[in-house]
């Protein structure tokens, strides 16, 4: 049987094959080993081979076959049967140690004192029932698993379908801003070709005149010194009064003649180009830039509104106010003046010199009597800056921005249809957060300024009112 054992695992050849040194080794170990070699030998020998071959010896195997059917044969028992006696008793192993986890006869429990034994057939049926559960478990994960796997890449669809959308969206805004500029730019150098050709034709046509004009007084001097040439007295004093005359006449056209001089419109070509184009381009913003007023029937009592209704602060006493139900009585909170069903809007707020503040969104529908949890599901989509200078929105649960930088002025922007709030640093226009969610009803720009803290928190929120 030695000759039938693998030098590599030691154990009997199992689909064994042979190199070209002779060697003999079992395919799997051989395919293993060269895996971990750049040039392929023989682990018994050493010898290096060019290429990784070997040929499967049929021979070899069925060799070992054989002579494993004839030890058995001489042990005068199947191998199946040999497992179910008791090596030591030569009886059938019909009971099983759970301590030592093994099967014995009935001669060896003596030898396990104080051990627990079951039958062969009962312990098989625990630990099917043990297997059985623990299959329903695996099975019952293996379904979750996959269904979490499903979704999971459900999200990654939706994300590079999403992606695919905003790049498109990114692409049409940019695509009308860029048509816009080309379309100007073509214009103003139209409008410059035209210009210049313009006058280019008005001094060619001057020059044309100019050079049949030294055509002709260069003929008359020619003429004149012809007279001048002339021998015969009374030729020259007979022909000389008309001929001054018609000299005279022709001078007085020569110095009507100028140089024709235009510019081109400076101002118009090279001057502010692109701010008023900046200006224009206000035809083709979007969102609208919303220019908001506060409406006093919601204004808290304790706040101060100004005249325009632009700004707004805490003040030092309650004011008299008519009781209106749309008023808030307990938060300082006052509402934008137009609400919005539809469409895209965008709009700032001055927070320079606040300590601290909210703003957002609110629904038509939000309590606005005692305390209120400004929070999505009561209908408030808010941005909020404490004391402490902290950043904060109100989602589902608060979350820390974690800005580094202050800000002087926060931007807006509201997506009705497409289901987004989202806050700005319009100082440079870095996105702060974004909430999303289903509006079915009307939406309103939402301001609290905040207690004045003693005077510290006593600068006015003010709505910028954007202008190009």
């Known amino acids: 049987m030695e000759e039938f054992i693998c030098p590599v695992c030691l154990e009997l050849l199992n689909v064994p094959v042979t190199l070209e040194c002779g060697h003999n080794f079992c395919k799997s170990c051989i395919d293993r080993v060269w895996e ?4 392929p030998s023989c682990p018994e020998c050493r010898e290096e081979y060019t290429a990784r071959k070997y040929a499967v010896n049929r021979l070899l195997a069925n060799a070992i076959k054989r002579v494993q059917i004839l030890c058995q044969k001489k042990e005068g028992q ?15 192993l019909k009971l099983f140690c759970e301590e030592d986890e093994s099967l014995v006869c009935s001669l060896c429990v003596p030898e396990h004192p104080g051990h627990t034994f079951l039958t062969v057939q009962k312990v098989l049926k625990m630990y099917k029932d043990k297997l059985t559960t623990s299959l329903s478990h695996h099975q019952a994960s293996l379904k979750h698993l996959k269904e979490i796997k499903c979704q999971q890449e459900m999200k990654i669809s939706e994300i590079t379908d999403h992606a695919r959308s905003l790049q498109l969206h990114i692409t049409s805004e940019f695509a009308q801003l860029h ?6 730019e073509e214009n103003l150098v139209k409008q410059l070709k035209e210009e210049k050709v ?5 001094m060619d046509e001057n020059l044309r005149k100019i050079k049949e004009d030294i055509h002709a007084v260069q003929e008359r001097i020619s003429n004149i010194q012809l007279q001048l040439q002339q021998q015969d007295t009374r030729t020259f004093l007979k022909k000389i009064k008309t001929f001054l005359k018609s000299i005279k006449n022709v001078q007085k056209v020569d110095d009507s ?8 419109s400076l101002g118009m070509y090279k001057g502010p180009l692109t701010y008023g184009v900046w200006k224009e381009m206000k035809s083709i913003l979007n969102p609208g ?3 908001l007023v506060l409406d006093t029937k919601t204004a808290h009592p304790d706040l101060i509104l100004s005249d325009d209704l632009t700004s707004i602060k805490h003040g030092n006493k309650r004011q008299e106010l008519p009781e209106y139900p749309d008023r808030f009585d307990t938060r300082l909170c006052v509402l934008g003046l137009e609400g919005f069903m539809s ?18 969104v609110a629904k038509e529908s939000v309590h606005r009597k005692g305390d209120i949890l400004m929070r999505p599901e009561n209908g408030y989509w808010t941005l909020c800056r404490n004391r402490e200078a902290e950043y904060t929105v109100w989602d589902i649960i608060i979350k820390d921005l974690k800005l580094r930088e202050e800000t002087k002025r926060i931007g807006m922007y509201l997506d009705y249809e497409g289901g987004q709030v989202s806050f700005y640093n319009a100082d440079n226009m870095s996105h702060l957060y974004t909430f999303t969610d289903t509006f079915t009803e009307r939406l309103y720009p939402f301001f609290n300024p905040c207690n004045n803290d003693g005077g510290k928190n006593a600068a006015p929120l003010k709505l910028f009112h954007l202008k190009l």
């Open 78 to 92: 199947n191998p199946g049967q040999k497992d179910q006696l008791c090596i030591e008793h030569k009886k059938r």
């Open 36 to 39: 971990s070699q750049k040039q």
């Open 257 to 264: 003649q100028r140089v024709v001089v235009h510019d081109l």
């Open 343 to 360: 469409g895209r809007h965008y709009w700032e707020v001055e927070v320079e010199n606040k300590t601290a503040w909210f703003m957002g």
């Open 179 to 184: 048509q816009f500029l080309q379309e100007k």
């Open 198 to 202: 313009g006058i280019l034709n008005e």
């Open 289 to 291: 830039l919303v220019n």
